[in-house]
């Protein structure tokens, strides 16, 4: 695989076991960085999450979302071929990341403490649901099971109308804490020796961290605040409203001194902006459906373009909400040349750039690959000769040639 010598994590080889979401975003995001990634597959489908559907010219998009930029071996874990095959290419990795079910690296003799003994080089990252030592550590968790246990869902919403948030917030953003630690593992191993430590993260412990707000607030009010929709239980005004020509604005103020912009300069509201239960943060929350129903009927005698142009003026925040299909011809994407094309199996896709905008390097934006794709030359790489992956393949190690392969 072709890699740029310049890139952050050039030089860096990542194996991957790993399915749906929060390993491959992990893993995604080292792939961004210029790491080499291998995804090892099981033969038989490989990540489930190939499968959610077909919507992408015969792919999943949640697949084709956060496997880009990576290499497909296929591998039977359940075979002592397999195994070995496995340890040959951990030989020559600098990372292990993982999110299989719970206690399934332990029976595959890829524990911590097995990793530190056989790949002592080698930082171990694990992704589970609940982390171990608890009661619930046992359990399967998926995205949305998280979200509920960890309280997301109820301040998500509306009173009695709790939600998940769209994305899959646990999924994601423990990727992303996992990926963050083993960046900085790699950054402190160039000054040290030893062992590299392993690095558990649960999506328990990330969406409990990201309820860090709603936390503090519990426990020193003693009481729980209640979801608002669009809107948030810490600020007001602060939330979505309704505009004269049909569509939605989302207006927010952050302090007193904006609220008070916004009631003379927008609203032309002197009394609002005099009105004492208005004065402070603490006084308009508590008053919010008063203060509400005055910008709500502001807003539906103005159009979108109006009202956004005059709280622009007042340094007020605005926005417009959008759907997902709108989103796809947004100017912002666009000005900014954010989107790239990328190679899949079945034809080239458009797809955004990372985040992370760094001067003098592009990201590779890797193709997404073919389940086993790349299986023959990952292991002649780790110097099998091609008898030896055919015979291999004969005994049932390895999944059959796919498109692309061998190479």
């Known amino acids: 695989m072709n890699q740029n010598p310049t890139a952050p994590l050039a030089g860096v080889t990542v194996v991957a076991l790993e399915q749906a979401v929060s390993a491959p975003m992990c893993t995604r995001t080292l792939a961004d960085f210029g790491a080499r990634v291998i995804k090892v597959e099981n033969p038989k489908g ?18 084709v979302w956060v496997n880009r930029g990576k290499e497909s071996v296929t591998l039977d874990l359940k075979s002592q071929d397999g195994i070995d095959l496995l340890h040959r290419l951990l030989d020559g990795a600098d990372v292990l990341v993982s999110n299989l079910a719970p206690g399934a690296t332990a029976r595959l003799g890829l524990s911590p403490d097995d990793l530190a003994q056989r790949h002592p080089d080698l930082i171990a990252t694990l992704i589970d649901g609940f982390g171990a030592g608890g ?25 009695g109308e709790p ?21 900085a593992l790699l950054y402190s191993r160039k000054g040290g020796a030893g062992p590299a430590p392993a690095v558990s993260i649960s999506l328990f412990d990330t969406m409990t961290e990201m309820m860090g707000y709603h936390l503090t607030y519990a426990r020193h009010s003693g009481s729980d605040q209640e979801p608002l929709g669009m809107s948030s239980p810490a600020v007001a005004p602060y939330g979505a409203y309704a505009t004269g020509d049909g569509q939605t604005v989302v207006l927010g103020t952050t302090n007193d001194r904006e609220w008070q912009r916004f009631a003379r300069e927008i609203l032309l509201r002197a009394d609002l902006a005099d009105d004492p239960r208005f004065r402070t943060n603490s006084e308009r929350v508590r008053n919010r459906a008063v203060l509400d129903a005055e910008i709500g009927a502001w807003c539906a005698r103005h159009d979108l ?55 003098g390097f592009d990201p590779p934006m890797g193709a997404v690959p073919g389940l086993g794709e790349h299986t023959d030359r990952v292991l002649a790489d780790a110097g099998l000769s091609r008898n030896e992956i055919a015979e291999l393949r004969a005994r049932g190690a390895l999944g059959p040639v796919r498109p692309g392969g061998p190479e």
Not at 46 to 57: C, E, K, L, P
Not at 163 to 183: C, F, H, Q, R
Request: with cysteine; charged share 20%; hydrophobic share 45%.
């Open 46 to 63: 490989g990540d489930f999450a190939r499968d959610y559907d077909d919507v992408v010219n015969g792919m999943a998009a949640h697949f």
């Open 135 to 159: 009661p619930l550590s046992h359990k399967r968790a998926y995205d949305l099971l998280v979200q509920a246990e960890s309280g997301v869902c109820a301040v998500t919403g509306r009173p």
């Open 163 to 183: 939600a998940k948030p769209g994305p899959p917030v646990a999924d994601v953003t423990s990727g992303l804490y996992a990926a963050l630690s083993i960046m």
């Open 305 to 359: 373009a109006f009202i956004q142009k005059t709280a622009d003026a007042a340094a007020i925040g605005n926005s417009r909400y959008n759907l997902a299909s709108e989103v796809l011809e947004h100017p912002q994407l666009a000005a900014r040349g954010r989107w790239r094309e990328i190679d899949t199996p079945n034809g080239a896709i458009p797809a955004l750039l990372p985040p992370p905008v760094i001067d």
